[in-house]
Structure formats: C-alpha cells, structure tokens
C-alpha cells in the first residue's frame, strides 16, 4: 500500500486548500484513511479520519466546523477540505491507512492504529 499526500501550500489566514491523498496497493473495505499534522516541536495531532465503508467520519477538536473529509472510494482517495485556516493550522500534513475494521474516533485519533503512512505536505498559513 502506498500513500500520497498533495495539495499543500501557502495560504492566507482565512483562506482555503483542499488535500488530497492517494491509495494505491491492496485495499480493504473497511479500513479507514486518517489525516494527522505536525508541527515544529510539537507532537503528531489527529486531524480527520473517514471509513471506506461506511463514510462515517471524525474531526479532532481544533478543526471541527472548519474542515471536511471526504471519499472517493472508485479512486481510493481522500480529501481534506480546509477552510478558515488560521496560523496553528500550520504543519506537515499526514495521511495514513487505518488498520482497523471497528468504527469509533477512538480508533482513529491514535496512531497506533495505522499501519502506512504517506509522505507528508506542508501547509502554511500567513497571518
């Protein structure tokens, strides 16, 4: 399985970009596809997460209301939606496949529960 993550760039404090990420390889109904970011000094944060299946959906705190994951499951790929980014929403932005088949954010906002991650990309927001 092989992940790609595009779609990262400069942006201006209340403005918008969309990421995307690919899969290619094997894959499984019922897995899942997480977002995570990480910035300077700081720890990997959970963003979004979405399953193939049943497109049930989760968003960590800081971005509720503000971003949307979605799926195309006939291209095996996710998209992040961004809007209203502020400056902390700047990081290096994951994605990774789930490993579990349970639905539930418990099972999508610890990274234990993925198994392949993509190579990362970089979004700025400029105040």
């Known amino acids: 399985v092989q992940l790609q993550a595009s779609g990262g760039g400069l942006v201006q404090a209340g403005g918008s970009l969309r990421l995307s990420c690919a899969a290619s390889g094997r894959t499984f109904s019922g897995y899942g596809i997480g977002w995570f970011r990480q910035a300077p000094g700081k720890e990997r944060e959970f963003v979004a997460g979405?399953?193939?299946?049943?497109?049930?959906?989760y968003y960590g705190d800081s971005v509720k209301g503000r971003f949307t994951i979605s799926a195309d499951n006939a291209k095996n790929t996710v998209y992040l939606q961004m809007n209203s980014l502020r400056p902390e929403d700047t990081a290096v932005y994951y994605c990774?496949?789930?490993?579990?088949?349970?639905?539930?954010?418990?099972?999508?906002?610890?990274?234990?529960?993925?198994?392949?991650w993509g190579q990362g990309t970089q979004v700025t927001v400029s105040s």
């Open positions: 990774a496949r789930n490993k579990v088949y349970y639905s539930g954010i418990s099972y999508y906002t610890n990274r234990r529960m993925y198994d392949y």
């Open positions: 979405i399953r193939w299946s049943s497109g049930d959906t």
